[in-house]
């Protein structure tokens, strides 16, 4: 099996199977983030590649399906009826499933360290327009306004899939994915770019997010010690602020909120974007289905994984949750796990991360063209001009 490095829950459900089937052990092999797309290509494209493969959904996964490389999973098989509809959605193609969950719930949303937005004066924005204003306020106290890992790319990725959905509503990402390369020129994607464009020309982000990478924790980091007012991430950021820096939310000064919305745009304000979970896939060449089937039914995302989920600040997507979030005893994980929950279950669209929501053949010209078009080095239409050859 091969997942990301900072998958420690789920690596507790491998250890718990291994040591109730010590005669068929899982082997666990766990990769950096900016790595593991590409060795999983090359890992199938050689018939090496792993029995069980974490992957984002969408996209990439419907690659390997239509390559035959991926088998159907049932409700029989790996009791699939358990998870929450609008997630499985991302891992089910022409009707059938073709992985299960593997951990919590991860819409993208907006961090703000709660010090630092007081002592310059600045609310958490609720619009655009307060976002650019705190920018202005936030520069002036020689604070980075918007921490951002540049030089990972797909953090900037996340600014233009907010800024879409709220310009032009989920309906244009919807027909692009659905393969409208057209939609690529549609005037909204290129407003939406001039707002990503209109940030950096204003600062939001310093004078150094081109060399911040994710990976290695310092755009998290710039956060919690206080060098950054907000940061634009997914949810699973608040298990990472508290593993490197528990006092920061004991204290209780990490605030959260929905991304701000774009008045007069197309998308509901309620919209998200981000990942409703990550997967587990079965490769159809293993010899080992049973045990895998094993593993998926009984140990991924099961009564005692959770309880660990929760625990760890992220919020399962499991059927009849209630129950588990009103025992949760910390008041400050119960508000954050709560706002999640209702950020997902009152969310009329949650748009998957377009690199994974895209043909692999088309993430990786999105991620440069996304990068170009946050250094200014390409206009906001030709974002969309770029994006439409690689698309045809």
Known sequence: MWALNDQTILKESVDAYNEDHPDEKITLRLFANDDYKQKLRVAFGANQAPDIFF????????????????????QTGANTDRFTP?????????????????????????YYNKKVLADAGVK??????????????????????????????????????????????????SKIASGDASMWKDGSVTKANQYLQDLSKAGAFGDNASSVNYDQGASTALL??????????????????AKAAPDFL??????????????????????????PSNFLSLNSATKHKTAALTYFKDYVLNDSQADAYLAAGSVPPVKGLEPKLAAVKSSADKEWLTFVYDLVQNAPGFQLSWDQALPSDQADPLLTNTD?????????????????????
């Open 86 to 110: 609008s997630v499985m959605q991302s891992a089910t193609f022409d009707g059938k499933v073709y992985g299960v969950p593997a951990n919590g719930l991860a819409p993208v949303v907006l």
């Open 124 to 173: 958490p924005p609720k619009t655009y327009d307060d976002l650019l204003a705190a920018v202005k306020k936030l520069k002036g106290k020689d604070v980075v306004p918007l921490s951002l890992a540049a030089n990972s790319k797909w953090p900037t990725l996340m600014y233009l899939e907010y800024l879409l959905d709220r310009e032009g509503g989920s309906r244009v990402f």
């Open 250 to 275: 004991k204290k209780g000064d990490l605030g959260y909120t929905a991304f701000p919305t774009l008045p007069g745009g197309a998308g509901s304000a309620n919209n998200i974007v981000g990942n």
């Open 55 to 74: 992957s984002w959904g969408g996209g990439a996964l419907n690659d390997y399906v239509k390559a035959g490389k991926v088998d159907a999973l049932t």
């Open 224 to 241: 919690y010690t206080g060098k950054a007012a907000m940061e634009v991430m997914g949810t699973w950021e608040y298990a990472n602020i």
């Open 372 to 392: 170009k078009s946050f250094l200014r080095q390409i206009s906001p239409a030709e974002f969309g001009t770029n994006m439409t050859k690689a698309a045809s």
